[in-house]
């Protein structure tokens, strides 16, 4: 005979798992606005450039901010695997006009 499933021991653990992941994407997200520098800027002007990226439906303007976003990451990458051998050309210039619509 098969033992019953314990239903509510699997939605805590469920539970318990969507929480952590909540937590993990919250601290990531906090080291990225380290990471990239961000954190030197007032919290009203961040979430405001948030705002304006969240609205945007430009798709290409989203599509150059990813392309920065990809160079970033890019370039930490090789900075951390290839040593001092950090600037190969892969930063964008800024989009200054990013925050501005």
Do not use: C
Not at 18 to 39: C, H, M, P, S
Not at 76 to 93: E, I, Y
Request: hydrophobic share 40%; aromatic share 4%.
């Amino acid at each position: 005979m098969r033992k019953p499933r314990d239903f509510d021991s699997e939605l805590k653990a469920l539970a318990d798992k969507a929480k952590q992941l909540k937590e993990r994407r919250v601290q990531q997200l906090g080291e990225l606005v380290i990471a990239t520098g961000a954190d030197a800027t007032d919290a009203e002007t961040l979430a405001g450039a948030l705002l304006v990226i969240a609205e945007t439906a430009d798709a290409a303007r989203k599509e150059s901010w990813r392309k920065r976003g990809a160079a970033f990451f890019q370039g930490k990458a090789r900075g951390r695997t290839a040593g001092t051998d950090r600037d190969n050309g892969s930063t964008a210039p800024h989009d200054n006009g990013a925050a501005s619509h």
